[in-house]
């Protein structure tokens, strides 16, 4: 952080600005890059993008009553990515403070992030140290995000008005960005990590050889995937426990190993088809320290075999709580259509446990030992959503991952794809999604050659599609398309019979996790609880059993005030006001007051962005 110096830096740097030629009076950064170069930059940025992201938006909710934006850039400093409160960032997207802009010391003279990029340590800029006038109003903090050699890959930058700041807010920056240096590193860690035992994976299956292990009395250990391929296409079980099973002549070569005469065989394979006969040699390795005997059977070559899985769903039907007739209903449907090969849409409101559903259904169909991946088709940025999607090749743009990387439809292939916030799909990837829905064939970006997927769809949303495509904002043909077997989650406040038990649930759960005693809840907050609508469903009862477990108690206006004004908004709906628009726009009033207009709030229960919020706003001429 500057410390000493900081008066000399200042004016040091002005100085500097003076010989690069920018000009208190200039508006826009001298350098500011087309679309098609910002793309490659975003491309070759994706990993720090998708790590800061997260922790960007938890920034922003701690300072939701303030006007403050974001800034991601990269190491030389040009915006890859901005968040913040509509009118602030405004302000900056009219001064070309925008994604593909620079804001280096030479393009735009002293600020933060141009004291970052020249000191290597954090910053913060305020007022009439900027070099550029537009800059006055506001205070700047930006601190590096580093690699594990120390090196600057990217700059988060944190801006607000010169009243709204103060000591905590530099605090918060520099947290934030040493969180997302420590994530990133850890996760070059893990794909170092892993790229280690892929190798020595890789070199095991890759010997042209078939080779299986064993103690000395014949107990199977372990095999290679050339083995797997040999045996497996000659009708051969190699699950069974012992080499004797394997082999017609065992009981001789366990006699040879033993007494050391002979360590290559012609041997018999025991199998329900032909006769097989293979070159077999067989080694033993002794370990003095377990004083063990383990034997090493080499056979030969065979070709090789790629079975590549990936993905994990860890819920199963057992794990819904619900006696509710209706819900009960809903997942026997559920179960009945698993083993479908047409695609799912499961619809319900946000926190109603969509995703649980979908994990279920993977788990309880005939994929179960298929990958299940997930993809959040509202959390990837859109211009990284094609290659999350379907992957790319190698060179397909700056910074790609030699060898290229599979997308996420090559990694579900045999299994299932779940996409979670389908409504939230850009038009333009709908259309490059519906191939894929009504064909089974995607192809690489970068890439001409299309390949055949076998994945089952399941969509997830808590929009109403059918409104979103009477808007426009969703194409007809994919809506039908995903619409082939429909599951809805009724809402918590559907399923009053529910509401206790899985308070009981959540209750055992959460005491086991935190290592306290199971609490017994008031008469006078289960009653309310049974009474209150749940706008965040099951996950914010869940929230809520946490609150209790952890503090023993609830603010009783948690429970009051949301209903009154829950209440009287929907009464006070006329029926001759019942449009879709006239709807949309109450219900976007009722849940403002809800949440005391904060947008973060209100957005995450809507189940939209902030930005389409906003825009919805603007559209209703809603005041806030």
Known sequence: MIKAGYKSYIETSHERCKKFGIKPEQIYSKKIISDMELQNRINS??????????????LMSFVQEFNFFILLTDMEGCILNAIGDKEILSQAFSIKMIPGAFMNEESIGTNAISSVINTNEPACICGKEHFINKYYKWTCYASPIKDNTNKIIGILNFTGYNENVNSHTFGMVISASDVISEKLKRKSYCIKHDTDNKYKKTVFNSIPLAIITSDIDGKIGIYNKKASEMFENNNVNLEVSEMKYLLKDWDKIKNDIYSGKNFSWKVNIITSGNKLQ?????????????????????????????????????YTFDKIVGQDANFIKVVEYAKKIANSKST???????????????????????????????????????????SELFGYEDGSFTGAKKGGNPGKFELANGGTIMLDEIGEMPLDMQTKLLRVVQEGIITRIGGSKPMSVDVRIIAVTNRDLKIEVELGRFRKDLYYRLNVLPIYLPPLRERKSDILPIIKYFINKISKKSDKKNIEIPEKYLKKMMNYKWPGNVRELENLVNLLVNTNSIPLEYFGKQKIDENNNILNIKKKYLSLEYVEKEHIVKTLKIFNNNITHSAKALGIRRNTLYNKIKKYNIKI
Do not use: W
């Open 278 to 314: 293979f070159q077999l040699t067989a080694n033993p390795i002794y370990n003095s320290k377990q004083n063990t005997i383990e034997i090493i059977y080499v056979f030969q070559k065979i070709k090789t075999i790629n079975k590549n899985k990936s993905g994990q769903a860890y």
């Open 344 to 386: 799912i849409l499961i619809m319900g409101e946000s926190g109603t446990g969509k995703e649980l559903f979908a994990q279920s259904i993977h788990n309880y169909s005939n994929r179960v030992d298929g990958p299940f991946v997930a993809l959040n088709c509202g959390a990837i940025p859109k211009q990284l959503i094609e």
């Open 45 to 58: 940025n994706r990993n720090l993008i998708l790590c800061a992201v997260p922790y960007m938006e938890k």
